[in-house]
């Protein structure tokens, strides 16, 4: 009797401890903090992200580009398929860039963005000035549509990896030539203009038969088409993305009115002689009206 007591106190004692040791367990597991997550949810501490002054001290592993890895382990907190727009499992300068101006100024959400369908096109690879060479005036019209984010996100890295941003600037706000996010069009707004101005160039444009609309800088713009810019499905993209940001949909921007534009920009060079002639002394310039078209 004594030996079969015994036996069923160290039965519920064995019981009574792994009970304990799974009670512990569970609470242990409950408390322990979550493992960064890089998959499409959002975490809820987004807002917490600290993104790296310099892409390169991200590099750990010096090759140029910054793997999940290390991105993750620069940035706990980010959902890194937010960040890696193009989904190539690296986040690269563009999208370093992109993501340290979303979260500076508050934008990041920290989600994965919907990506809409982008339509291969006819002709993408095609020369754009021998595009221009074929069309007739006025018939070129952008295959893309504006408000497609996905193919607009791409324009902007057409337009950074073409190097366009060393003179309107990173996110087309100017520098040392016009802004592309003002809604000023200084040939005109339509499709066809845009795509023959960058692929031609200010000086073959003028003689092809259009004028400026807009005084807000005579500086002529150098050709992009065949050189520069050798894909018109990339130009396309460029132009796509540019629209995006100017808020007049295309109906109101087509109905726009058409200034005279000679005497638009002898207004614009007499308000800004004096500050053009600092950098182009006190002779005849580019900037005078006398050479201004």
Known sequence: MLRKTLYSFTAFAAFAVAGIGLALATNS??????????SGAAPASAASIHVPATYESMDTSHTGMVTEKEAMAAMPNL???????????QLDRVEYLDLQSKVADGTWTNQVAKTEVVNQITGYDDNPVDVVTKAPKGSLKN??????????SEG????????????????????????????????????????????LGSKKLQES????????????MPQQGGTTITKA??????????????????????????????????????????????????????????SAR
């Open 143 to 152: 295959p893309y549509d504006p408000k497609n984010t996905t193919v607009a």
């Open 233 to 290: 499905g990339d130009l396309w993209k460029i132009i796509t993305w540019i629209k995006s940001m100017n808020t007049k949909d295309q109906a109101s921007i087509d109905r726009a009115p058409i200034l005279n534009s000679r005497a638009a920009v002898e207004v614009w060079t007499a308000e800004h002689r004096a500050l053009a002639k600092v950098c182009h002394g006190n002779t005849s310039s580019p900037w005078d009206v006398t």
């Open 79 to 89: 959902n890194f398929k937010a960040a890696d727009e193009n989904g190539d499992g």
């Open 29 to 38: 597991s409950a408390s322990s903090p979550a493992a960064p997550d890089s």
């Open 209 to 220: 038969g259009f004028a400026r609309t807009s005084p807000e800088t005579p500086a002529l």
């Open 156 to 199: 902007h890295e057409q337009f950074l990896n073409h190097g366009c941003n060393a003179c309107h600037g990173g996110n087309g706000g100017g520098g040392m030539c016009p802004p592309l996010n003002n809604g000023v069009w200084i040939y005109g707004p339509s499709d066809d203009t845009l795509f023959r101005l960058v692929s």
